[in-house]
């Protein structure tokens, strides 16, 4: 079974500041993994997804994320910080098109102005 | 493309009553709909797989009784929350998976579906 562990539940940056999510996963098979973006009181936005090939991955709002196979990991950053960016943040893995997302718990980041 | 709407947003009833939520995928078909349920600032847990034409999968611990899910249609799914409680005050979120174009197993959420029994 897979699985998703986001490091720190809550991230604060200064607002220009570089923004780093953590996320490793566990999984048996190789993994499709997702990044979405949650405001309050809404469903989640897909931010960006690593499926094969490139390992650094691109996404909406100026998010990227490198696939670490030998660190099990698919961490999220952006190299400047906007108020925006305020939101909850999850990974989540899937092994194909069969199964249903297994998310992280989530991690909360503020940007401080 | 690949939208997902949810109605109600938000719903407020007294306990006892039942509530249905609905979930549309309106610009794609899916066999396939996954039910989710957030507790405040926590993450997102599988409540149910909707599939269409047949009855839904429920996830341990989670009681079909009480959370009907019926999915009629490529486009249409439905949570019908019975005899509701406080303690189901929670938010839904579902989501869809395209039929074609999906084998990343990526999906598509709709906006949640906040409910409060008092």
């Known amino acids: 079974a897979q699985s998703v562990t986001q490091l720190g539940s809550h991230v604060s940056v200064s607002e220009g500041a570089l923004v780093l999510l953590r996320c490793n996963y566990s999984?048996?098979?190789?993994?499709?993994l997702f990044w979405y973006v949650q405001y309050p009181n809404q469903g989640l936005q897909l931010l960006l997804k690593y499926t094969t090939g490139a390992t650094l991955v691109k996404g909406i709002n100026g998010f990227e994320a490198e696939f670490k196979k030998s660190e099990t990991s698919f961490h999220l950053t952006k190299p400047s910080a906007h108020m925006s960016d305020a939101a909850e943040y999850f990974c989540a893995v899937s092994v194909s098109g069969n199964t249903p997302l297994v998310f992280g718990k989530g991690t909360r980041l503020s940007v401080i102005a | 493309g690949a939208v997902v709407s949810q109605h109600p947003s938000w719903v407020i009833c007294k306990s006892g009553t039942s509530v249905k939520i609905e979930c549309r995928s309106l610009?794609?078909?899916?066999?396939?709909m996954f039910w989710y349920r957030q507790f405040p600032k926590q993450s997102l847990m599988l409540m149910a797989t909707s599939n269409e034409g047949s009855k839904a999968t429920y996830e341990q611990g989670v009681e079909k009784d009480k959370f009907l899910i019926n999915h009629a249609s490529l486009t249409l799914s439905t949570l019908t929350v019975t005899s509701a409680h406080p303690e189901d005050s929670s938010f839904y979120i579902c989501s869809g998976r395209p039929v074609t174009g999906s084998v990343t197993g990526e999906l598509f959420f709709g906006e949640g579906s906040r409910l409060t029994v008092l």
């Open positions: 999984s048996s098979v190789p993994p499709y």
């Open positions: 610009d794609f078909q899916a066999t396939t």
